[in-house]
C-alpha cells in the first residue's frame, strides 16, 4: 500500500461510507462473480452428460396398437407395458370403489387426461421385479383382466392397480406425455 | 514468508482473528502478495508474469485432472473417449480447449518470466 489511510486522512463522504470502502466492494464483487463463472463448468462436468442424457427418455410410436391390444417395450433397461384399454376396461377400472385398494389410485391419475385409454406402465412387479404376464396376445391376465405375475400371483386390474396377491403397490407409472396422438414420450 | 520489518498481519474482526489463531491462512496471502512483502517501487508490468505462470500451472493441474476423469488412456477407445469430451460432457469442449490453450499460454508466461530475470534491463529504472 502506497499510502496509509487514517480516520483523520479519510474523504469522509456524508454518508459515512468511503470512496475507497465502495471501490473495495465493487472489486471484490467483481472478482465473486468471475470466481463463479470459472467454477461452474468445473462442477457442471460432473452433471450426466448428453449420451447419458439420451437414453434417458425414449418416443414410442403407438399408432398401431389397435384398442385392446398391448405391446411390451424397454426403458432404461425395464420393461414397459403400453396398453390401448377398450371401453369396458376402463368402465371396469373406474367402477371400482378407490377407496377399497391397497394403493388408492384412479385410472384418470395413472392415465393422460383425454387420453385414459393409453395405460403406461412399468413391467416390473412391485413385489419382487418379475416381469408380469398380460401384455402378450394370450397370456394370463389374471382374476381382474389385467395383469397377473407367475412368480407369486399378484393380481393387477385393468388400470394396472394392485388387487390380489403379495404385491404392496400398484405398477409403477413413468413419466410420459404425448407430443402427438400417435408419438409417446417416456421419460 | 513473513519479513520483520513488513506490516504485521492484525485482523480487527473477531472472526478475523478466530479464523488466524485456527487457519492462519489470511495471513499466508496477506504474508505472501498483500501489504505484508513489500516490493521494490520500480517494479513494472514485467513481474506479473511469474504469478500469471502460477496461474496457468493451477488451470492445467485442475483441468487435467478434469480431463482424465473422462478420457480414456486405451488406443481402442481413446479416440472415441475425446471426441466424448468434445461433444457430450458438460463443459467439456471448453475444459479441453483451456487446457490446450493453457499449456501454449503456460510457456508464453514461464518465457516472459525468465527473460524478465536474464535480460539486462527491461525497463526498470538503472
Redesign the interface.
Known sequence: MATVETADTAVAEESGVRRRDFINIAAVSFAGAGAVATVFPLVNQMNPSADVLALSSIEVDISAIETGQSIKTSWRKQPIFIRNLTEAEIAEANAVDVAGLRDPETLAERTTAGKENWLITLGVCTHLGCVPLGAAQGEIKGEFGGYFCPCHGSHYDTAARIRKGPAPTNLVVPEHEFLSDTVVKIG | MSFPWAKEYTPTTDFGQWMDKQLPLPRFVYNSVG?GYPAPRNLNYMWNFGSMAGLFLVIQI?TGI?LAM?YAANAGVAFDSVE?IM??????W??RYAHANGASFFFIAIYLHIGRGHAKCCGCSA
Open positions: 501489504a485442475v478434469i473422462h466424448h461433444r457430450d460432457v458438460n463443459s467439456g471448453m475444459i
